[in-house]
């Protein structure tokens, strides 16, 4: 629901704009630490911001559903934070308006940690971005997530052995279904206290 | 938690000592590491480049007498060298981490993808599709039986009477009383166009839009329209703000922002300006054109034709070249009853929200004009060039009505064919012409915004007497056939 409001805002505030999306402005609410949600298109990560805020963003089974930011609160262990999620980015370097949209978001906001949702079952097209991320500095958690899909195409990871390699924690998760998501946020507030 | 290094990614001699180098020379503050920054100056991301020419001011010019350097080395862009180390890296990392279990059969589901994405069967389907999922569900159900009942027994027994019953023992002025329940009242034309016509069509599409995008079916149609797309300068990316753009034009304008080129973009826009009806407008003309088989082929026809012509010519006019196009394909899954409702719901009621007060507005503009005698002269301004293309004089006030609102126009039409003052070819040209005429007042709101205000006034000035022509066109070569419908 947030992003159809964030629409009708585009539509009444922004009607006479000057059509350049370069400022799209992203403000600091609050000065709370924030959670910045990143990764493929249609991946889940909708799901995983609606978890973990108890929004209702529109959830999809097509790529682009998110095209604009949307923002909401999260509570972890008696912690607020400000969870971001992010329209899909396939690399660091972006090709299109909405990749450009979430790497400045990324280098403007600094977030606390920042969650790569990947699809498990295409690991190897979802890891460049990861080890961008890494390459890039930032505080990552690699979240595989649609593991139920992975199983059921038969596919295993051996989680421990990609953590050591990747030098990330890594959680799997089934985000439609809720599985992972207490160990999801007990990985993001480990990490954000360290 | 103990101090492990990092991962990193090692490059090629050349770009790692170019790496190094420019690592060295930058100062400024980039919230990532200055090996990220350089890997993407190789890589020549221009808003990095423009960051770091802010922020280096003496630095840059020897920054920038590095990558020259660097490239005289490879034969390919630095961008695909460095994506190829990446990915070799990725590949050795899942190599011992990764195992699959062969599973040949991929069952079902991997069939009806396959055959969603052939072009024969593909097509099939999508005809399939479009004639339960639009025609029949939308057009009949929707636009025909609900919208029936809603109009002609909700409001046209119940709500209008009662309404009228009121108004006439509490207002004792005519003038006043038209306010609510005259011919441009507030309940009987704005509440009633909106809820008993548009309300019944949007919902149903909304609920067939749900379900289809939740199965994953557009992505495979986005691969089986590939090939059409790229002839008017679209790729299959394309896909889905048209199919969107059934459903809300304004809505899929936005939604543009996932084409790759700014060229790709403004065709899109100017489409869906032009040629894609939204729902609302759909189920009505539909509605209006279900009960003779020609009159709704013929407007497909033309609506078809003069998509993919102006789309082949906006493709040559328009300077760029061609998109490239790689997408995603998501598993087909069945879709989620609660995920459906929950966006049929939340659709809804954004819609409402933007429509209702159009309507409403609209009602009180109308019965201002009406009260005032603008309405007429505005109406006779438009009469000629609606006598023009063929149709009554009449007609003319629906057009006024589209300035508002797409649908609300098509809603216009849908009273006056009722009414029996709007049959056979003159009603065929009337839908054509309306269809393709301006988008709604949302829809150039949010392309002034997207595109910005110059191309967003070219494709208004464009489109307001293209649509007049098309319908002129049509009009003659029915009448000079002879088509009687």
Redo the contacts between chains.
């Keep these: 629901?947030v992003s159809?409001?964030k629409?009708?805002n585009?539509?009444s505030l922004?009607?006479?704009?000057?059509?350049?999306?370069e400022k799209v402005k992203l403000t600091d609410r609050d000065g709370l630490r924030k959670i910045g949600i990143v990764g493929?298109?249609?991946v889940g990560k909708s799901v995983i911001f609606n978890n973990l805020t108890g929004a209702?963003v529109?959830?999809?089974?097509?790529?682009?559903t998110t095209?604009d930011v949307a923002r909401g609160k999260a509570k972890i262990e008696g912690s607020e934070f400000e969870v971001v999620d992010t329209p899909g980015m396939y690399?660091?370097?972006?090709?299109?308006?909405?990749e450009?949209v979430a790497?400045?978001l990324?280098?403007?906001e600094?977030p606390e940690v920042i969650l790569h949702v990947v699809d498990t079952r295409n690991?190897?097209r979802m890891?460049?971005l990861t080890?961008?991320l890494?390459?890039?500095?930032?505080p990552v958690i690699l979240n595989l997530n649609m593991m139920d899909?992975t199983e059921s195409?038969?596919?295993?990871?051996?989680i421990d052995?990609?953590e050591t390699?990747?030098?990330?924690p890594i959680v799997p998760t089934v985000a439609t279904s809720g599985r992972g998501m207490d160990a999801l946020r007990k990985r993001i507030i480990?990490y954000a206290r360290? | 938690m103990p101090e492990i290094k990092s991962l990193q990614t090692d490059y090629d001699g050349p770009i790692e000592s170019a790496l190094s180098s420019i690592s060295k020379l930058l100062r400024g503050h980039y919230g990532i590491s200055k090996r990220m920054v350089a890997l993407l100056l190789l890589q020549e991301d221009a808003e990095i480049e423009r960051q770091v020419k802010e922020q280096e001011d003496e630095n840059y010019k020897s920054i920038q007498n590095i990558l020259p350097e660097v490239k005289s080395n490879y034969g390919h862009p630095l961008s695909y060298i460095i994506a190829m180390t990446r990915q070799q890296k990725v590949n050795n990392v899942l190599d011992s981490v990764i195992a699959t279990r062969d599973k040949s059969d991929k069952g079902f589901a991997e069939l009806l993808s396959r055959a969603m994405m052939n072009p024969l069967s593909g097509i099939i389907i999508l005809f399939g599709v479009l004639y339960f999922g639009l025609y029949q569900f939308v057009g009949v159900f929707g636009a025909g039986t609900l919208v029936d009942f809603i109009e002609s027994i909700v409001f046209g027994e119940w709500i209008n009477p009662w309404v009228s019953g009121i108004a006439n023992t509490i207002i004792p002025f005519q003038i006043l009383r038209d306010l609510f329940v005259g011919e441009y009242g507030l309940v009987t034309l704005g509440l009633s166009y909106a809820i008993a016509i548009i309300l019944p069509i949007v919902g149903t599409f909304f609920i067939i839009f749900s379900i289809i995008e939740d199965s994953g079916y557009l992505p495979r149609l986005a691969m089986l329209i590939d090939r059409i797309f790229k002839a008017i300068g679209l790729s299959g990316r394309a896909v889905i703000p048209m199919v969107l753009g059934f459903g809300c034009d304004t809505m899929a304008t936005i939604v543009t922002r996932t084409q790759e080129t700014r060229r790709e973009r403004i065709i899109t826009t100017l489409l869906l300006a032009l040629a894609i009806p939204c729902s609302a407008q759909l189920g009505v003309i539909l509605a209006i054109l279900s009960g003779d088989g020609w009159s709704l082929s013929i407007w497909v026809g033309v609506i078809t034709l003069v998509f993919l012509l102006v789309g082949f010519v906006a493709s040559k006019a328009i300077p760029g070249r061609g998109p490239s196009f790689y997408m995603e394909v998501p598993p087909l899954r069945l879709p989620k009853l609660s995920n459906v409702l929950t966006k049929t719901y939340s659709r809804l009621q954004w819609y409402f929200f933007e429509v209702l007060p159009f309507f409403l507005y609209a009602s009180v503009f109308l019965w201002l004009g009406d009260l005032t005698g603008v309405l007429d002269i505005i109406t006779s301004w438009l009469e000629p060039v609606v006598v023009l293309i063929g149709l009554p004089p009449e007609a003319s006030i629906a057009f006024l009505y589209g300035f508002f609102r797409r649908d609300f126009g098509a809603a216009g039409l849908y009273d006056l064919n009722t009414a029996g003052a709007l049959v056979g070819v003159p009603l065929v040209v009337a839908a054509v012409t309306i269809t393709l005429f301006i988008p709604c007042i949302a829809q150039f709101g949010v392309m002034l915004k997207e595109r910005g205000i110059k191309t967003a006034i070219a494709i208004t000035l464009f489109v307001f007497p293209f649509a007049f022509a098309v319908g002129y066109l049509v009009n003659l070569i029915l009448t000079t056939l002879g088509v009687a419908l």
Aim: charge should be negative.
């Design positions: 629901m159809w409001r629409i009708i585009t539509i922004g009607a006479f704009g000057d059509g350049c999306h493929n298109p249609n209702h529109t959830v999809s089974n097509y790529p682009g095209v690399s660091f370097l972006p090709i299109t308006e909405e450009r790497r400045l990324l280098l403007t600094e690991l190897e890891l460049p080890l961008q890494i390459e890039a500095g930032l899909e195409a038969g596919v295993t990871v051996d052995k990609l390699e990747l030098t990330v480990e360290n």
